[in-house]
């Protein structure tokens, strides 16, 4: 039987800089963006990253050539990129201002868009792409690649004005095209649909999938994209970005890994350290429940859980903790059973009698009744009482000793 060929790795090009900053409030100082961007590039390892748009600001500008000075030093140019616009060449001067070499054309991926937005046909629109890559050129910036803003909706209402559109792009030398499901109005089905057939009928093109998550499905279309043919994703540390934020780069890498057996460059245990970076940088914290880097993501909490993972693993899966330097954790509340209070006995090494472990689960199960946050530090107070709890039972009585409530 053939061996089969091994697919390549799944491209990711993370645009927390650019579009996760289009999350409402969220504005990151220039150092703040170098940071992020050495720990994306140097220690992440995600193969590209996008951090501004041209002409934002002063403050933008200051930040863009932070980075291009530091990508230039490390040898890193060639991973970091910039959104442009058709504007008579304005975005290529900018970014060659600032030190950038490489940009990513925004263009309009409906007829739409094309008619109401820019007033102008398909053949208008793609003299200004033609002039814009000409510019580019001019400048030394090179085209990485072409936005189709709106693809969704017009892979669907115009579908041969995106044809017409992509064959006009092969035909000016484009070569990486960006599905931009711009309002995240696709699911996971229709995006194969539509992906396979990009693919399909333009061979020689790569594709690579821009998925926002209106729907909650980003991660999703994400897998659905690269399963129907993208060669690469587009992706946010934590979601953000507008609206309801971008496709998360933790639970993509996570389900691209696991679920499409298709391999990235990132380094998963470092997934956790950037997303605290990321969310103290903008503000918003990370979801408590959040896939891959929340804080209770790992964290059993029925006692059957906990019951099953000590006689056997029975509750663990593929998403191992370790994966990402983590631990499974085991909380303390109503629920409890005595598998998780023992857990947490073992962690602190105390050993308690059988009579005692059921008053202390007693406890901590009525603990949990009150709405109280239990906390190991409560079994040590517990179990302070311990010696006075053996007098008082057997005289018959049954409290555990003063915890103090």
């Known amino acids: 039987m053939p061996a089969t060929r091994a697919k390549p790795p799944v491209t990711l090009m993370d645009t927390t800089l650019r579009d996760g900053e289009q999350t409402p409030d969220v504005s990151f100082s220039a150092d703040e963006k170098l940071d992020i961007a050495r720990l994306l590039l140097c220690e992440v390892g995600v193969d590209r990253i996008e951090i501004c748009s041209a002409r934002v600001s002063a403050g933008e500008q200051l930040a863009a050539r932070q980075i291009a000075e530091f990508a230039r030093d490390a040898g890193l140019s060639g991973r970091v990129e910039a959104l442009a616009f058709c504007d008579g060449g304005r975005s290529a001067e ?88 711009t309002l995240g109005v696709l699911e996971p089905g229709a995006v194969a649909r539509h992906v396979r057939r990009m693919c399909r009928r333009f061979p020689a093109l790569s594709f690579e999938f821009h998925g926002h998550d209106d729907y909650g499905l980003a991660t999703a279309n994400a897998l659905a994209a690269v399963r129907a043919g993208a060669a690469g994703v587009h992706v ?22 696991d679920h499409a057996r298709r391999r990235t460059a990132v380094d998963e245990a470092r997934l956790p350290v950037l997303a605290e970076r990321v969310a103290r940088a903008s503000g918003y914290p990370v979801a408590h429940n959040a896939p891959v880097v929340g804080r209770h993501v790992f964290t059993q909490t029925a006692g059957v859980h906990a019951d099953g993972d000590a006689k056997g693993d029975l509750y663990a899966s593929r998403l191992a903790p370790e994966r990402f330097g983590r631990r499974r954790a085991y909380a303390l509340g109503k629920l ?43 079994l040590c107070q517990l179990t302070s009482g311990r010696a006075s709890s053996r007098a008082a039972t057997a005289a018959g009585e049954t409290r555990i000793g003063d915890t103090g409530t």
């Open 336 to 378: 409890s059973g005595r598998a998780s209070l023992e857990h947490h006995l073992r962690e602190l090494g105390l050993s308690p009698t059988a009579g005692e472990l059921e008053a202390m689960l007693r406890a901590v199960v009525a603990w949990g009744d009150e709405k109280r946050l239990v906390r190991s530090e409560d």
């Open 236 to 257: 946010t540390v934590n979601g953000l970005g507008e609206r309801a934020g971008n496709a998360s780069l933790s639970a993509v890498v996570a389900a691209l890994h």
């Open 94 to 181: 900018w970014l060659a201002a600032v030190g950038l070499a490489h940009m990513n054309l925004l263009v309009k991926g409906s007829e739409r868009h094309c008619r109401v937005q820019l007033g102008q046909s398909l053949s208008a629109h793609v003299r200004a792409i033609e002039a814009s890559l000409a510019a580019g050129r001019a400048c030394g910036v090179a085209l990485r690649g072409v936005y189709l803003e709106d693809w969704s909706r017009g892979v669907c209402e115009s579908p041969a004005y995106v044809e017409a559109l992509v064959e006009s792009l092969a035909a000016l030398g484009v070569v990486r095209v960006y599905l931009a499901d």
